[in-house]
């Protein structure tokens, strides 16, 4: 006997706040054997300081994934409006500890 998958649909639900977003122009990736830990922060042109906007915690399955996804999406952006040149800093990996 066939069993048949179940087609659930997944309501997400957004709050005013968080449908707001916050702007972040540095990602900090850190990881162990079981997580990684994406920090998104946002650095002021000229400052010696910066404060994490958003910190994100998931499975290395959901990492690749995301992954996936965000190269889909960017192929889809370059087609549409040409490639877009990577700026130094806008991403950081560090030693793999998780702070």
Known sequence: MEEKKKTEKLEIQLDEE????VYANLVVVNHNETEFVLDFIYVQPQGSRAKVRSRVITS??????????LEKNLSSYEEKFGPHKEHASIARETDGQVH
């Open 18 to 21: 968080t449908a707001q977003g």
């Open 60 to 69: 290395p399955a959901h990492l690749r994934g995301l992954i996936r996804a």
